[in-house]
C-alpha cells in the first residue's frame, strides 16, 4: 500500500491562480461576447526583447551543429551567465559574489519552494502576511505546520502582517525565528523595503542566528537609486541572507524560465551536533541531485539580457509596464480606491469597494466590467479585504480596464 504525503491535505483544494483561472473560464463560457481583461497573475506580455531572441537563435543553430552541439551543462550555470550576474547584478552595485556563491535555475518559485529543504523540520518559519503562497504552501507540504486554523493560518507558522499603519513592511519579530522569507519589492503589495528597514532586519537576523531568504524577483523596477536592489547592499548580509532572482520579470522570462539563487559561503546553519554547516555546500548538493541545469539555448538568452542593448531593450519594457502601473495607481484613485504600489513594483494593491471581502470583489469586477484581478486574501488573512491588480498589458488593455472600472465604481 502506497501511502501518500497527508501534509498536502492540509492545503486548501486547489491553488490561488488555478482557482482564479476556473472562475474565469466559467464566466466566460457563459458569456461568450465578453472581451475579459486580465489583470491577475503576474505574466508578462511583451515579447522578449530582440538581443535575447538572436541569442537564443544564435544558440539554437550552435545545438544544431555536432561540433558546437552541447549535452548535460553545468548545474550551477554557464560560466558566461554566472560572470554576467556577478558584474552587473553585484559588481555594478559594489557587491563581491564570488562565481560559486551563484545558482542558476528554472524558476525563482521554484528556488523559493525548494529551498526549505536544507532545513530541519524542526526550523521556526516566518513569513510576512500577506504574503506569495508558494512561501507557506511548500513548508505546510513539508509538515512544519498542524491543519489550517479558523483565522486562516497555519500554527507553526510566524505570520508577520503588513498593513497600512505599517506599509505593508512589517518589522522583525521580538521573538526568535530560524529562517524568514522576505519579499522586496513586495509581491503582493508593490510595496518596497527601504535601506533602514533592511538594516534593522539584517542586525536582527544576526542578533537572532537566523537566516532572511531575500526575494529580490522585482528589483529591477525599483525606480530610486537609494533604495537598494540587493540585500547584500546591507553590511552583514553576507552572513545571514540568501537571495532570490528571476529573469521571468526583469527580461520577460516568464514562458522561458531562468532564475538564480546567491547563497554565500559564509551564511552557515546548525547540524545536530551544534558544529557550523556550510549552507552553500547544502545547497550544492541538493542542486546538483536533484537539478540538471537549464539549458544552454535558455542561458545564452538570459546573458543576452546584460548585454547594452538587451540591457536598453529590457529596460524599456520595464518602463512599459511601469507606466501601466502609473496608469492604473492614479486611475482607481480618481474613482475613489485606496491605492499602494505601483511606484516600485508592477502590482496595485488597492482597497476593496464598499467593504467587500476580496472574493466578492473579484466576483463584482468580473461581471461588472469584465476585468479580473487577484483577492487579496488569496496572499494569507492579512489580504483580505484588498486587491491585487498588475501593470502587465498591453497599454489599450490597461486604459480599456481602468474606463470600465471607472464607469462602474467611479
Same mark, same amino acid.
Given at each position: ?86 558584474q552587473n547584478d ?137 533604495l537598494p536592489r540587493?540585500?547584500?547592499? $546591507? ?5 545571514? *541572507?540568501?537571495? #532570490? =532572482?528571476?529573469?521571468?520579470?526583469? !527580461? %520577460? &522570462? @516568464? ?24 549552507l552553500n555546500a ?35 519594457? $520595464? ?5 501601466? *502601473?502609473?496608469? #492604473? =495607481?492614479?486611475?482607481?484613485?480618481? !474613482? %475613489? &480606491? @485606496? ?62 480596464? $481602468? ?8
Open positions: 500500500m502506497a501511502r501518500i504525503n497527508e501534509h498536502y491535505a492540509k492545503l486548501p483544494a486547489s491553488y490561488l491562480f488555478p482557482e482564479i483561472g476556473r472562475r474565469v473560464r466559467a464566466y466566460a463560457a457563459a458569456h461568450p461576447e465578453a472581451k475579459v481583461i486580465r489583470l491577475g497573475i503576474g505574466d508578462v506580455t511583451e515579447p522578449l526583447a530582440p538581443a535575447i531572441v538572436d541569442a537564443m537563435h544564435a544558440a539554437v543553430d550552435e545545438m544544431g551543429k555536432r561540433e558546437t552541439f552541447r549535452g548535460y551543462g553545468p548545474e550551477q550555470g554557464y560560466d558566461f551567465l554566472v560572470e554576467a550576474i556577478r553585484y559588481a555594478a552595485r559594489g557587491v563581491e559574489i564570488a562565481a560559486d556563491e551563484i545558482f542558476v535555475s528554472d524558476g525563482s518559485k521554484c528556488d523559493s519552494g525548494n529551498i526549505q529543504e536544507i532545513f530541519s523540520l524542526a526550523a521556526r518559519i516566518a513569513v510576512t502576511d500577506p504574503v506569495y503562497p508558494v512561501y507557506v504552501d511548500s513548508n505546510v507540504m513539508a509538515g512544519r505546520t498542524a491543519a489550517v486554523g479558523a483565522d486562516g493560518r497555519y500554527p507553526g507558522l510566524t505570520y508577520l502582517v503588513g498593513n497600512e499603519a505599517n506599509g505593508f513592511q512589517p518589522e522583525p519579530p521580538a521573538e526568535g525565528v530560524d529562517v524568514v522569507y522576505l519579499c522586496s519589492p513586495n509581491n503582493p503589495t508593490g510595496t518596497v523595503a527601504t535601506r533602514a528597514q533592511l538594516e534593522r532586519w539584517v542586525a536582527w537576523a544576526k542578533q537572532h542566528d537566523a537566516i532572511i531568504l531575500f526575494d529580490a524577483a522585482y528589483e529591477s523596477y525599483i525606480s530610486d537609486p537609494a540587493s540585500i547584500y547592499e $546591507i553590511p552583514g548580509a553576507r552572513d545571514c *541572507a540568501l537571495e #532570490l =532572482r528571476s529573469f521571468s520579470k526583469r !527580461a %520577460g &522570462f @516568464t514562458g522561458v524560465r531562468c532564475a538564480f539563487l546567491v547563497v554565500p559561503k559564509t551564511v552557515t546553519g546548525v547540524g545536530a551536533d551544534g558544529a557550523r554547516v556550510s547544502l545547497w550544492a548538493r541538493r542542486h546538483t541531485t536533484k537539478f540538471n541545469g537549464a539549458s544552454y539555448v535558455v542561458q545564452r538568452g538570459a546573458a543576452a539580457a546584460y548585454s547594452r542593448a538587451g540591457l536598453a531593450q529590457t529596460t524599456a519594457q $520595464i518602463a512599459f509596464y511601469m507606466e501601466n *502601473a502609473r496608469l #492604473l =495607481r492614479e486611475g482607481l484613485s480618481a !474613482a %475613489g &480606491f @485606496t491605492v499602494f504600489g505601483g511606484v516600485h513594483a508592477p502590482y496595485i494593491w488597492l482597497r476593496t469597494h464598499g467593504g467587500a471581502t476580496s472574493w466578492e470583489f473579484f466576483d463584482r469586477l468580473l461581471t461588472e466590467t469584465q476585468v479580473v484581478g487577484t483577492p487579496g486574501s488569496g496572499f494569507g488573512p492579512a489580504g483580505e479585504g484588498y486587491f491585487r491588480l498588475s501593470g502587465f498589458n498591453s497599454r489599450a488593455n490597461i486604459e480599456e480596464a $481602468i474606463q470600465r472600472i471607472r464607469r462602474v465604481f467611479g
